[in-house]
């Protein structure tokens, strides 16, 4: 059973993960990188609404977030 103790360390920990996602989609943002506008991200506009499916965007995370993970796997795990 978790004490408060750990609890509070891993909302804590929780907490900068969340914080330093937001730093990085910040940086992606000023730096002008087109997420969500990529080519092959499917966008329909018609009179009244919109909807936007950015899978080249979901694609592109994924095997980024794929490819740091499994860096950070292998470095905590030696």
Not at 20 to 34: F, M
Not at 47 to 74: D, H, Q
């Amino acid at each position: 059973m978790l004490d408060a103790a750990q609890i509070g360390k891993w909302i804590f920990v929780a907490g900068l993960g969340v914080a330093g996602l937001g730093l990085v989609v910040w940086l992606v943002g000023r730096a002008g990188i087109p997420v969500g506008h990529l080519p092959g991200d499917v966008r329909v506009d018609r009179p009244g609404w919109s909807f936007t499916f950015p899978i080249v965007t979901c694609i592109l995370i994924s095997i980024v977030a794929t490819i740091v993970l499994n860096v950070l796997a292998r470095v905590l795990h030696k």
